[in-house]
């Protein structure tokens, strides 16, 4: 396995899963094609839920690798729909400037807006962070708690309902037979491995996350590299704000997000990244999240209460958390070791 | 004239109560009857569930920990105990029965990350999960307590009259005052207690000076559990009811309240009554927004981000001056 040792067991978690499913519920690796051109199915669903969970881990994953912990995503996401919605519903004449494109413009600046508001608040959690020197879990605490009365004020506590076919494209819309969002996580994902694994960005992220005086004698700016995740953090949490909006065409300051960091950390913890920090595997944050996705699918597709979902996704996460802690390990093979007579663990 | 000397380790919990202080005075300067008894009873009888949780909370985060399945673990007992007592099985009975099933899921908590090394985090996060599914699986609809004998008892029995005009000290309210004291005497006189901060401050000095790390954590996220599950208790009381979605966030709250409540979130520095008066100044800041009337509620959320953020600048500033003072 080498390099991919990582993956092992929660690749073997999600074989174990789709297995359970290939001889229970064959119908769950059906992929249909519609009359419009896309496919649907189980599968698909996953592709297009995990994708959030994706782009969020994405940024995660970076924090993480740091030694940090952004726990405000869910609320920046609040923001970031929030942010957009309001630009949308104004009125066109407001726009009149664009002329024709009216339309496309009040997009362009809906998106664009959410995006700068979302990394905003990323340099922000950056600037506690790298420019205070407050540990990360408190310093994101605060936009955490802070973060969905900002979206109410941005939306006046109302839910912003909208109907734009450009803004609506983002979260419903397919593109080459696949959802949308799953074009922008796979986008976003495949862009964050080439800027950390082809430039010495990686290598930064993790020397930062092994011994932040280390290296900054070593000379790399430790501090602007933690203002730089906390940002990505912060624009991955923008995207992914857009996308829960406008897949429900609407901005809901309360429960956009509600509950999504915790996912997201789920998901790169699960991918084998250390909550210390100093190693980083995006490739396992990926499968983390359409693991995770996988479990919440599953249970639908099995006429489980959503709610309940919450149950087995609890136990599956500390299950792999279990497994992969050397201390659980080695105390395991110790007890096979004592129980096997001379046997050598 | 000697300058008076005050330790730089009482100034968070000044400042808390300054802050509570002000906050009541502007109450009292901007409205009539703000500074009446029943105010202030109100005040202790809607975050008395609050401040139990928060105790819980406080324990946990002196030690270094985390525990974010408080409001889970409140919604499950409060889903538990109205299905048995719909089930006929004596309120009594209910009520024991959660409090030793919170307990033991703390206790699980705390062998996960004692034992396997598991960080708190992310088990108390799973733990949030799983009890928030499970209140789902006791029954998927909130859940009403009517005509109970045990509760009727609770509510018109159990109570202390206070003042003249017909004012009560209600049973949630005596039981949470009374955990208090328990859990400050606890923290401040006694071997455990002394425990706690010591792990808090440096699990590796602990180790070495043969304080049982291991057995301390265990015994802190137990702790927790059963303030958790006691704070269900007093919600269900409070509200007569289950609900499955009830208090989706408050370990926040209780997390924001012990941090305003001058503890270190790094664990080790703190004092239990901080959290009370954390507890009162984030029903305050609710009040004083009711009083006015014509602020939007949304401004609590902000303002009780902008004084988390002061607390922690302060308690910055004040561990970079202590360690200047000792080098």
Redesign the interface.
């Known amino acids: 396995m080498g390099r991919f040792h990582h993956l092992k067991w929660p690749l073997v978690a999600l074989g174990l899963l789709l297995l359970y499913n290939l001889i229970f519920k064959p119908s769950f690796f059906v992929v249909e094609m519609t009359a419009d051109g896309y496919l649907y199915g189980s599968l698909i669903d996953i592709l297009n839920h995990s994708s959030k969970v994706v782009i969020l881990a994405t940024g995660m994953t970076l924090v993480i690798a740091t030694g940090g ?1 952004d726990i405000s995503v869910g609320s920046v996401m609040a923001i970031a729909g929030a942010a957009a919605a309001s630009v949308i519903v104004m009125p066109r004449d407001v726009f009149a400037f664009a002329g024709g494109g009216a339309n496309a413009m009040a997009f362009a600046l809906a998106v664009l807006l959410a995006l700068a508001l979302a990394t905003c608040c990323g340099v922000w959690n950056g600037f506690l962070t790298a420019g ?4 990360p ?3 994101t ?10 979206a ?2 941005i939306t006046d ?1 109302t839910i912003i309902t909208f109907d734009d076919p450009y803004l609506n494209f983002i979260g419903n819309g397919h593109f080459l037979t696949l959802p949308f969002t799953t074009w922008i996580a796979a986008t976003l994902f495949i862009t964050v491995v080439l800027l950390t694994r082809k430039t010495a960005l990686g290598l930064f992220v993790e020397s930062v996350g092994n011994n932040e005086k280390a290296s900054r004698y070593a000379g790399i700016e430790a501090r602007g590299v933690k203002w730089l995740v906390y940002a990505v953090s912060g624009f991955c949490a923008g995207v992914a704000g857009l996308m829960v909006s406008s897949n429900i065409k609407c901005a809901d ?1 309360n429960h956009a997000g ?1 509950y999504l960091e ?1 996912d997201a ?2 998901a790169t ?1 699960i991918g084998g990244t250390s ?1 210390a920090g100093g190693r980083f595997y995006l490739s396992g944050s990926l499968v983390g999240a359409v693991l995770i996705q996988t479990v919440a699918t599953m249970m639908y597709a099995n006429d489980v ?1 959503p ?9 599956i ?2 299950v792999v ?2 497994l992969q ?4 390990r080695s ?1 395991l093979s110790l007890a096979f070791s004592r129980k096997a007579k001379g046997g050598v663990a | 004239m000697k300058k008076p000397h005050i330790p730089v380790r009482f100034v968070p919990i000044g400042a808390t109560i300054f802050v509570f202080l002000l906050a009541y005075a502007i109450g009292i300067a901007n409205f009539r009857n703000f500074g009446s008894l029943r105010v202030f009873l109100n005040l202790l009888h809607d975050n008395a569930y609050l401040g139990v949780a928060a105790i819980g909370a406080m324990v946990v985060i002196l030690s270094g920990g ?1 525990d974010l399945s408080v409001g889970s673990v409140i919604a499950f007992t409060g889903m538990l105990i109205a299905k048995m007592i719909d089930c006929g099985v004596n309120a009594c009975w209910a009520i024991l029965l959660a409090i030793v099933l919170g307990a033991l899921f703390g206790m699980l908590q705390g062998v ?1 990350i004692s ?5 708190p ?3 108390t ?6 009890a ?3 209140s ?2 006791v029954n ?1 609809e909130a859940m009403g307590i009517l005509n109970n004998p045990v509760f009727n008892f609770i509510e018109n029995k159990l109570e202390i009259p206070i003042g003249s005009r017909g004012l009560t000290l209600e049973f949630i309210d005596i039981l949470y005052l009374v955990l208090l004291i328990i859990a400050i005497v606890f923290t401040q006189r006694t071997h455990a207690g002394r425990c706690i901060y010591a792990v808090g401050e440096n699990e590796q000095a602990a180790t070495l000076m043969g304080i049982p790390v291991r057995r301390t954590k265990i015994m802190v996220y137990t702790i927790a559990g059963f303030c958790s599950a006691v704070a269900g208790i007093v919600f269900t009381i409070y509200l007569k009811s289950g609900n ?1 979605l009830s208090c ?2 408050l370990e ?1 709250d209780a ?2 309240a012990t ?1 305003i409540g001058g503890t270190l ?2 664990g080790g520095v703190g004092y239990m009554i901080g959290s009370f008066f954390g507890v009162l100044v984030l029903g305050l800041i609710q009040v004083l927004i009711m009083f006015q009337g014509n602020i ?7 303002i ?3 004084l ?2 002061v607390f ?2 302060m308690q ?1 500033l004040i561990t970079k001056i202590s360690k200047k003072s000792r080098a």
């Open positions: 912990v205070c020197g407050i540990q879990m408190v310093a605490l605060v936009l955490m708690v802070a973060g969905r009365g900002i109410q004020l506590g300051a509600l915790l950390i789920l913890v909550m209460n709610a309940i979902v919450a149950v087995p996704k609890a136990v996460v500390i958390c279990l802690s050397e201390t659980f105390k | 985390i996960l034992t396997f090394e598991l960080p985090f992310l088990v996060l799973g733990g949030m999960f799983f928030r599914g499970c789902y699986i998927e499955p989706v966030g926040m997390i924001a941090v979130l790094t939007n509620s949304w401004w609590t959320r902000i009780v981000g902008a988390v953020l922690i600048f910055n």
